[in-house]
């Protein structure tokens, strides 16, 4: 069975740092990795998605790395701004049929201070 | 461009009453559907997908039921909720056999029995 975990559960850093969440995952066999966003109350928008042959993906500030066979993910957010203030959920997709099961993790919670 | 639109935001009902929670997607045909639920302190639990119209698979055994009578409709049900049917609901959609596509998510439905 699959398990995701996020380390750390809360992290807390002033302005302009540079930031790195970690996600782990114990079955290395994953068609994809997904990061995504969720504000307090809200749906989830996703950030970015990973493909298992795929090393890492970059969306502006953000940039998502994989290494499949050791089950790791990092999250690397670049110049933090209070904006990013979220929690941060990965989700691995299952190697199996064409509908995307995926398996979360419980996620990191953002706080970006003045 | 596709929304994915669910209602009601928010719903307080009592223990044993009947639930229906619906979700349509807007701008694209044949989309993969998802009822997703997630539990204060809790990662996302995926309940049910669908493939297809009339075609729903159910992850995990529970007190909910879900139908699609339409192409882009998905309903979320149940005939007399429990106590532990709380949560945060979400609907989630991805197109139809694309292994390496992003899910997205619907705003949520906040369900408090009481």
């Known amino acids: 069975k699959q398990e995701v975990t996020q380390i750390p559960a809360a992290l807390s850093v002033p302005e302009g740092e540079n930031l790195v969440l970690n996600c782990s995952f114990t079955?290395?066999?994953?068609?994809?990795l997904q990061w995504f966003r969720q504000d307090p109350g809200k749906g989830l928008t996703s950030l970015l998605l990973?493909?298992?042959?795929?090393r890492e993906q970059t969306s502006g500030r953000l940039n998502a790395s994989l290494d499949k066979s050791s089950g790791r993910s990092t999250l690397y957010i670049a110049a933090s701004q209070p904006g990013d203030s979220a929690t941060y959920l990965c989700?691995?997709?299952?190697?199996?049929?064409?509908?995307?099961?995926?398996?979360f993790g419980t996620g990191t919670r953002l706080q970006v201070t003045l | 461009s596709q929304t994915i639109h669910q209602w009601p935001a928010t719903l307080v009902q009592p223990v044993g009453s009947p639930l229906s929670l619906e979700c349509t997607v807007e701008?694209?045909?044949?989309?993969?559907l998802y009822w997703y639920r997630q539990a204060a302190g809790r990662g996302l639990q995926l309940l049910f997908y669908?493939?297809?119209?009339?075609?729903i698979s159910s992850e995990v055994p529970q007190n909910l039921s879900a139908s699609r009578p339409q192409d882009r409709q998905f309903i979320l049900s149940s005939k007399k909720l429990l106590l532990s049917d709380s949560g945060f609901y979400l609907c989630?959609?991805?197109?139809?056999?694309?292994?390496?596509?992003?899910?997205?998510f619907g705003s949520g439905t906040q369900l408090s029995v009481l």
């Open positions: 669908s493939v297809g119209i009339g075609q």
């Open positions: 079955d290395s066999a994953i068609y994809n």
């Open positions: 989630a959609w991805n197109r139809d056999g694309h292994r390496n596509e992003k899910l997205f």
């Open positions: 989700a691995v997709r299952r190697n199996t049929g064409t509908a995307s099961k995926l398996t």
């Open positions: 990973i493909q298992s042959s795929q």
């Open positions: 701008g694209t045909s044949n989309p993969n």
